[in-house]
T-cell receptor, first 114, second 111 residues
Framework: EAGVAQSPRYKIIEKRQSVAFWCNPI?????LYWYQQILGQGPKLLIQ????????DSQLPKDRFSAERLKGVDSTLKIQPAKLEDSAVYLC????????????FGEGSRLTVL | SQKIEQNSEALNIQEGKTATLTCNYT??????LQWYRQDPGRGPVFLLL?????KEKRKERLKVTFDTTLKQSLFHITASQPADSATYLC??????????FGAGTRLFVKA
């Protein structure tokens, strides 16, 4: 079974530029999550989708971050404009159902903002 | 606000010993709690899930306990090996099915 795919693995940009990350979850998984992990910290939930609807985006900085999940499969997370403090690893995870607990994570996309 | 605390200091143990990691949470009552392992540069990997009505769960060399009165979970690795060296993340599930992670505890197992 293929795992959660993310790209790009690494991205370096200047502050105020924009960046987009892509995630393809495990086939059949209805729930998709984007987490931000800053060095030395645990993953912080940014947004959670159930199929193509948003379940929770309370911690998404909506003035600069946006995310969508078209057709309930792939998802894109965009940052525009980026700030220095956005330097982090962006992790995508999926699960079969929102109440089954176990999350399957991708390898993450490491963003460096200069 | 909801808070999760894990040992902030790294845990160094000798191969063959039992590693015990602590997770404390405050201001909520999770229906279940998960433990994940994260290696450097990789995404977290699910290890175990324990529900609020379970006191203990085992999987091979791993054992997790869940004390809802103390609001604490303990994660044990018995007969530890250098390959067990990683960061271990605690993730109590909140109402609304949101999974929040602790900062993690780094474990180093010396040969």
């Amino acid at each position: 079974e293929a795992g959660v795919a993310q790209s790009p693995r690494y991205k370096i940009i200047e502050k105020r530029q924009s960046v987009a990350f892509w995630c393809n979850p495990i086939s059949g998984h209805a729930t998709l999550y984007w987490y931000q992990q800053i060095l030395g910290q645990g993953p912080k939930l940014l947004i959670q989708f159930q199929n193509n609807g948003v379940v929770d985006d309370s911690q998404l900085p909506k003035d600069r971050f946006s995310a969508e999940r078209l057709k309930g499969v792939d998802s894109t997370l965009k940052i525009q404009p980026a700030k220095l403090e956005d330097s982090a690893v962006y992790l995508c995870a999926s699960s079969y159902r929102v109440d089954t607990g176990e999350l399957f994570f991708g390898e993450g996309s490491r963003l460096t903002v200069l | 606000s909801q808070k999760i605390e894990q040992n902030s200091e790294a845990l160094n143990i000798q191969e063959g010993k039992t590693a015990t990691l602590t997770c404390n949470y405050t201001n909520y009552s999770p229906a279940y709690l998960q433990w994940y392992r994260q290696d450097p540069g990789r995404g977290p990997v699910f290890l175990l899930l324990i529900r609020e009505n379970e006191k203990e769960k085992r999987k091979e060399r791993l054992k997790v306990t869940f004390d809802t009165t103390l609001k604490q979970s303990l994660f044990h690795i018995t007969a530890s090996q250098p390959a067990d060296s990683a960061t271990y993340l605690c993730a109590p599930h909140t109402g609304g099915f949101k999974t929040i992670f602790g900062a993690g505890t780094r474990l180093f197992v010396k040969a």
